[in-house]
């Protein structure tokens, strides 16, 4: 028993390796993620830009994805692009940080006002950062809105936000300005192939539930 176990453990680890090795050595993953790239930026004025949370840490520190974000959001917010700033996301998982409220930190710990900064922190998914955002900013008719995320990540919350009744203009973060993308670009590929087979799964789940 004590053999098979180890057997099938040390297939799965030379799969994982093999599928790295791939990923590095190879363009697959920037193929695979070039339809999800698509979506270019239309940088124009809206009623709100609103930045979807990309994780935060049990102590409220926002992740790498939830910081480059919010301070892109920021950017567009000082470019006069917006009067308001939205920052969407609860809590990912049970033992992680409310991202909204990291994000909100650090923006104010880099010298935003408390007062242009509003949180949405009850959603956890694209789905329902969407319906909760809907929830905020339908009834003052601010349904013209830049949206921030991850450029994979745009295909997806586009289609969900529109699903919810947004005009949508997309602000992903610029490529160039992605932490992998400029310091490690073939070891990036790993983290991009993970968020490539991922939002490819979350399209499918996303369509069979009607969601966008």
């Not at 993953?29 to 124009?44: C, F, G, M, T, V």
């Not at 917010?77 to 990291?102: C, N």
Request: glycine share 10%; aromatic share 8%; charged share 15%.
């Amino acid at each position: 028993m004590f053999f098979k176990l180890r057997l099938w453990v040390t297939r799965v680890l030379a799969a994982l390796g093999l599928l790295a090795l791939v990923a590095v050595a190879t363009p697959i993953a920037d193929y695979l993620a070039q339809p999800l790239l698509k979506i270019e930026a239309r940088l124009r004025s809206a009623k709100a830009v609103v930045v979807l949370g990309g994780g935060a840490y049990g102590d409220g520190v926002p992740s790498m994805a939830s910081l480059a974000r919010a301070v892109y959001g920021l950017s567009l917010l000082r470019a006069g692009y917006a009067p308001r700033l939205l920052l969407s996301g609860g809590r990912a998982k049970p033992d992680s940080g409310m991202e909204a409220l990291a994000m909100k930190n650090l923006l104010e710990g880099v010298g935003a006002s408390a007062k242009i900064l509003e949180i949405e922190g009850r959603s956890s998914r694209t789905y329902s950062n969407a319906v909760e955002c809907a929830r905020i900013l339908q009834p003052q008719g601010a349904m013209h809105i830049l949206l921030v995320t991850h450029p994979t990540h745009m295909l997806r919350a586009k289609l969900t936000f529109e699903k919810a009744g947004f005009t949508v203009y997309p602000a992903p973060i610029p490529w160039e300005r992605l932490p992998t993308a400029r310091a490690m670009p073939r070891i990036g590929r790993i983290p991009l192939l993970y968020n490539v087979v991922y939002e490819y799964g979350g399209l499918v789940l996303y369509w069979w539930r009607g969601w966008l």
